[in-house]
């Protein structure tokens, strides 16, 4: 086995860190016998700057993923070839927004959200293409449904004409080892495998992993890593 090229400094551009990152996860798949391609990178570029995410798209990423819808308006236009994903809190106010500028949104959670995205989305004229934000560790403080309302919030979702669940999305807690993560990320997996099944609907996406954490999860099943600071370097100001 090969050993992990080591991290980029401090100093490394966005294109190194970039290539580090492809490179990794091109690893992860080939030890996890999954195929070429299996895993989409989400570049996280909340926070940056246009000039760096214009950086990253000339480094080879088309797809990016923002947390605020407001921030998200600034950009957006700017790189409308791209695939934008919202992996940021959507609120009740913002959903038509949202639908207006992303092509995916992954932190639907509640059955409630979901019909304001298919609202809008209808009269968009799309299907929005979405994920269930799952709290998976039962955290108090955290957003995310409850893996137990999980089948009704996905039994709401069937006929509405305006968005598509594909899958289920979940931010573990934060840990220093990445293995500790681990079984939340197994669980995540099982949670989508449980509900696939008993619904009878196939859910092919599973989005866990960030950048300490995402060649774990690559090996559990993850089909969307979201990589902020491994591409970008330490984020300043918020988030
Ligand atoms: C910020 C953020 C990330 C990226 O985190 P990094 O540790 O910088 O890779 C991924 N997912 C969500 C939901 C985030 O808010």
Request: glycine share 10%; proline share 7%.
């Given at each position: 086995?090969?050993a992990?090229?080591p991290?980029?400094?401090e ?9 580090w ?7 992860a798949?080939r030890?996890?016998?999954?195929p070429?391609?299996a895993?989409k ?11 760096r995410i214009?950086e ?10 923002e947390?605020y819808?407001q921030?998200a308006?600034e950009?957006?236009?700017a ?5 934008w ?9 913002k ?13 639907a959670d509640?059955?409630?959200?979901l ?12 299907v ?9 560790a039962?955290?108090?403080?955290k ?11 996905l ?7 305006g968005?598509r ?6 931010i573990p ?5 990445p293995e500790a ?8 997996r099982?949670?989508?495998d ?14 866990m992993?960030?950048?300490h954490?995402f ?10 890593v979201r990589?902020?600071t ?6 300043r100001?918020?988030?």
């Amino acid at each position: 086995m090969n050993a992990s090229p080591p991290t980029p400094g401090e100093g490394a551009t966005i294109r190194e860190r970039t290539g580090w990152v492809l490179d990794r996860i091109a690893e992860a798949e080939r030890r996890a016998g999954r195929p070429p391609g299996a895993v989409k990178l989400v570049a996280v570029s909340k926070t940056q700057s246009l000039p760096r995410i214009l950086e990253a798209h000339a480094a080879g990423l088309s797809v990016f993923g923002e947390n605020y819808v407001q921030e998200a308006a600034e950009k957006v236009p700017a790189l409308p070839g791209a695939e934008w994903h919202l992996i940021g809190k959507l609120q009740g106010n913002k959903v038509r927004r949202a639908v207006s500028l992303f092509a995916w949104i992954q932190t639907a959670d509640s059955a409630t959200r979901l019909a304001e995205i298919s609202r809008c989305g209808v009269e968009a004229g799309k299907v929005v293409p979405a994920l269930i934000e799952v709290n998976v560790a039962a955290e108090g403080s955290k957003a995310g449904a409850s893996p137990e309302d999980l089948p009704s919030i996905l039994a709401s979702s069937a006929p509405l004409p305006g968005v598509r669940v594909e899958g289920l999305m979940a931010i573990p807690p934060w840990t220093e080892s990445p293995e500790a993560t681990r079984p939340h990320f197994i669980r995540l997996r099982e949670l989508r495998d449980l509900l696939s099944r008993e619904s009878g609907t196939a859910l092919r996406e599973l989005s866990m992993g960030m950048s300490h954490d995402f060649e774990v999860a690559i090996g559990e099943g993850a089909t969307m890593v979201r990589v902020g600071t491994a591409i970008f370097g330490s984020r300043r100001g918020r988030g």
